[in-house]
């Protein structure tokens, strides 16, 4: 494969994703909010627990803190006896997440009152901070998957997770008698705080009532669950009054770096909107035609342009699914979406990527298109179109050469797509 100039707009593309990221770092985004008194425990857990605990622990050194992190994750650094280190699974909980769970729960129970806990949370912690109740893990392990196949979005995966939990929906909180303040990174649309991470310690909206719609919504059986639901055992708390938590950062962050990043490099650019959800091939097609409207008529705005939006797609998995994520999936339906269009991809480069640096079961953090991607896969004897029907498009994009490596950033406040026209 002939190398392209490192110039070229694809490269503009690459270069704005990656000094975003730079730009949000957990640290930066965290470092104006660690004033205050000195707490007495620190817990970190997220994508982007190692960065935040690095970060409050260089503001209050020697604290003890218990930092849970998804397998594989760069490693803290510094090894200090007053640090513990939990690895835990995602998107499915493990027995890691369980050891994690009741060690965050032993920990803050044994503080005092007027003592002060800092907890500092990032997405991913649903699944790494695991305290099952009324279901087993093994439970709620299938039940996890099953969500995660159906398509249901974060808010309905983690209002079901809410109440099969002892720690998320203000569990966490319930359990200690210490003040908590809690500093959030956020990688839902909206930045609801009772679903970030679950929210463990922050009250709760959600009853058990609104997890067995859920349920039904999408069918699924799960007795276990429902006779807990329907068991009469205590809600999730709906007041938290000596707990405190802060949003310092999220998508819209990420996308406004992003736009700063590609002016600079001579690139009028326009934010769609950070709230973007729904299957990923359905925002695939609005997006198919906002690049349309821009070739033939100049609006949102005309040519040269960079088009950015943000929030979080869904992937509804068949039976034969392949290895991909949302992001790799938007750009493949794009690709097909533009291929059968006259202008078809003529002079449009884009960038679909997570911030936390992994796709789904992919170990990229998604794809770039370019003009020439459709031809040169045809060249190669790939066929989009079923590549997609399979949700395979970690194969697709790998044989072309086309995906966004940069392993586990220590980020996670949702995904970017940039769509350069020249």
């Known amino acids: 494969m002939v190398p392209r100039p490192a110039d070229e707009p694809a490269e503009v593309l690459r270069r704005a994703f990656l000094s975003a990221l730079d730009a949000v770092s957990p640290a930066r985004l965290l470092a104006p909010h660690l004033g205050g008194p000195r707490p007495e425990f620190i817990l970190a857990v997220g994508k982007a627990s190692v960065p935040m605990a690095r970060a409050a622990l260089d503001a209050h050194a020697g604290v003890p803190t218990l930092v849970v992190t998804p397998h594989g994750s760069a490693p803290l650094g510094e090894v200090w006896p007053w640090v513990e280190v939990i690895e835990a699974g995602h998107p499915v909980p493990d027995g890691g997440s369980v050891r994690a769970g009741r060690a965050a729960l032993e920990r803050l129970g044994s503080l005092r009152a007027g003592q002060r806990a800092l ?42 997770r809410k109440h099969l939990s002892a720690v998320k929906g203000g ?52 007795p276990e669950a429902r006779a807990f639901f329907l068991s009469g055992a205590p809600d999730t708390p709906v007041a938290l009054p000596d707990s405190e938590a802060t949003v310092i950062g ?69 039976p034969d699914a392949g290895r991909g994520g949302r992001n790799l999936e938007f750009a493949l339906a794009l690709l097909t979406e533009l291929g059968g269009t006259p202008a078809g991809l003529r002079g449009v480069h884009v960038l679909s990527a997570g911030s936390d640096g992994v796709d789904g079961s992919s170990d990229a ?43 586990p950033t220590g980020h996670n406040v949702g995904d970017v797509r940039a769509v350069l026209i020249e």
């Open 119 to 160: 907890v500092l949370l990032s997405g991913g912690g649903s699944a790494l901070l695991c305290a099952p109740r009324g279901v087993t893990l093994a439970q709620k392990q299938a039940l996890t998957g099953e969500l995660l196949r159906c398509g249901a979005d974060i808010t309905q995966i983690n209002t079901v």
């Open 171 to 222: 569990g966490l909180a319930l359990a200690t008698r210490a003040r908590v303040r809690t500093l959030v990174l956020s990688d839902v649309v909206g930045d609801p705080l009772d679903m970030i991470a679950s929210g463990p310690t922050v009250p709760d909206p959600t009853t058990f009532a609104d997890a067995l719609a859920v349920l039904d919504r999408y069918g699924l059986a799960a």
């Open 250 to 318: 999220g998508n819209r962050h990420l996308l406004e770096a992003a736009r700063e990043a590609l002016t600079a490099q001579g690139v009028p650019t326009l934010i769609l909107g950070d709230t973007f959800t729904g299957e990923a091939r359905a925002l695939a097609a609005f997006h198919a035609s906002v690049i349309r409207s821009v070739q033939e008529h100049g609006t949102p705005a005309p040519r040269p342009v960079a088009l950015l939006s943000g929030g979080e797609a869904t992937v509804t998995l068949g």
């Open 365 to 407: 953090a998604g794809a770039i298109l370019h003009p020439d991607s459709l031809d040169r896969a045809r060249a190669l004897g790939l066929d989009p179109r079923e590549s997609l029907r399979r949700h395979d498009a970690h194969p697709f994009f790998e044989a072309l050469g086309d995906l966004l490596r940069t392993g």
